[in-house]
């Protein structure tokens, strides 16, 4: 029993995380064998030892059975497995004129083998972890169609009375440009004015509304992370305060930014400063440490990935337009104390980049002003004055003034973790092959081949999760 459950380590995980829950595997050497899970419940129940003796007397004599039971503890949870199994797909190949067969022996890799066995034909086999998203059964009330009178004519489509596959969209009141477009607005939706105007209840939000639009007047462009570092407020007021004051830019050297109504950065030259750069930490040992090493730790990993069928969901909290209106007091009023704390106020680590400080995370969407270091300034202002034309690749930078930044600002972050965790770089020929991995790839020894330029295509902006904040207003 307890191998199907994962044994004690296996059983010792799910107790400890009140969300998950519990696998059971039919077949538990079998890797293939999709779990069946057992919900988290609650209970006030007693767990008893009982013991059976038995006293025989003598020949003929029949047996005197008692039982002792002691109470050892109270049982506050138990897992009930409630639903059904999902379906299961054996490692099996039919052939042709032929039986099953099965390529389990071939499939697993039970002792270190050679590279025969990497090499040999096998069937394609590479079944989904789960067949069914759910394990209990729905009922979906299927109705007979409905029946008409003679000459009856279904209505035409349209969108009054089409039923959509997906939820309703999101009122977006936000304005979003690509870099294509000709024109920037110069004033937002009148619906978001009046969102605003209905949250915008206390002297506080109008004192929040005051000091982003002072932000805006000196710095036209900003990250929403540089806005979170800069003034305390509520996230979900921030989606509906910035769409009020300011565009958001979809393509090009300003994507994923917040831009001043009225400001277009492609026609100031001044406005380099404030481009978006899209910063990875590299890592690999290639570069003299494997991704474990590193000091920032990934967000999220495959490598820890639940199924959908293995987790407890959990409702979702939703904030209504009264509960912001609240936020401020209990009363809609300003609370001096509560107006003097950065509640919500983030660290300005998220979105300046100091030499000798590790970034927060492995990927960071830094903007050019925001890299505080000399040698990185430096080349930013290369061609201060000789700005002639603006691209959606460079914007007003000379062109692969990225890389250039990027291979700058890995070898610095690279000094950092050695000078953090010299026990990485503790052999000297790995330490040396990191730092030739990095100045290579920065191109200071390449200077004499001849480097082939990389087409670009426009609008093909990396996909990360600083983008994904258009779907807030979607």
Not at 136 to 143: E, I, L
Not at 449 to 465: A, L, V
């Amino acid at each position: 029993m307890l191998s199907t459950l994962g044994g004690e380590e296996g059983v010792s995980r799910s107790y400890t995380d009140p969300t998950k829950r519990l696998e059971l595997y039919f077949r538990p050497k079998d890797p293939y064998c999709h779990p069946v899970c057992a919900n988290r419940l609650s209970a006030s129940s007693l767990l008893l030892r009982v013991r059976r003796r038995t006293r025989r007397p003598g020949a003929g004599a029949q047996p005197e059975i008692t039982f002792d039971m002691e109470v050892v503890g109270i049982v506050p949870v138990v897992y009930k497995f409630q639903g059904m199994s999902d379906f299961q797909y054996l490692a099996v190949h039919t052939e042709a004129g032929g039986g099953p067969r099965s390529m389990y022996d071939k499939l697993l890799m039970l002792k270190p083998e050679k590279e025969g066995f990497f090499h040999q034909e096998l069937p394609l086999y590479i079944p989904p972890p789960i067949f069914s998203r759910l394990d209990t059964p729905v009922d979906y009330f299927y109705r007979p169609e409905t029946q008409h009178r003679e000459g009856y004519n279904n209505p035409p489509l349209s969108g009054e009375n089409l039923i959509g596959l997906s939820r309703a969209r999101r009122p977006h009141n936000a304005i979003f440009v690509n870099f294509e477009d000709e024109e920037v607005p110069v004033q937002p939706l009148e619906a978001a004015v009046q969102t605003w105007r209905k949250v915008c209840s206390n002297p506080v939000d109008q004192k929040t509304e005051g000091g982003l639009r002072k932000l805006f007047d000196v710095r036209p462009i900003w990250s929403r992370n540089a806005v979170k570092a800069n003034i305390s407020i509520h996230p979900d007021k921030l989606k509906i305060l910035l769409p009020l004051i300011a565009y958001y830019m979809i393509t090009g050297p300003w994507r994923s930014l917040w831009i001043r109504f009225g400001y277009d950065p492609r026609k100031h030259p001044d406005a380099k400063v404030y481009q978006v750069l899209d910063f990875r930490i590299r890592c690999g040992m290639k570069y003299g440490y494997a991704p474990g090493d590193m000091p920032v730790k990934a967000k999220r990993s495959a490598y820890n990935y639940s199924l959908p069928i293995t987790v407890k969901k959990t409702a979702s909290q939703l904030i209504t337009t009264h509960e912001l209106k609240q936020d401020a007091g209990p009363s809609g009023t300003a609370d001096p104390q509560k107006s003097a704390s950065n509640k919500y106020k983030l660290k300005d680590s998220v979105y300046i980049f100091r030499e000798g400080a590790l970034p927060p995370y492995r990927q960071m969407f830094y903007q050019l002003c925001d890299l505080n270091v000399d040698e990185l300034q430096r080349i930013i202002h290369r061609n201060d004055g000789a700005e002639s034309l603006c691209t959606e690749r460079d914007g007003w930078c000379l062109p692969k003034t990225s890389d250039e930044l990027r291979d700058t600002m890995s070898l610095m972050v690279w000094h950092t973790i050695r000078a953090r965790r010299p026990a990485l770089f503790s052999s000297p020929a790995k330490a040396d092959s990191g730092k030739e991995q990095l100045t290579y790839e920065s191109g200071e020894e390449e200077e004499d081949e001849e480097e082939e330029e990389e087409e670009f295509k426009p609008s093909d902006g990396s996909e990360n999760e600083m983008e994904t904040e258009i779907l807030d207003y979607v």
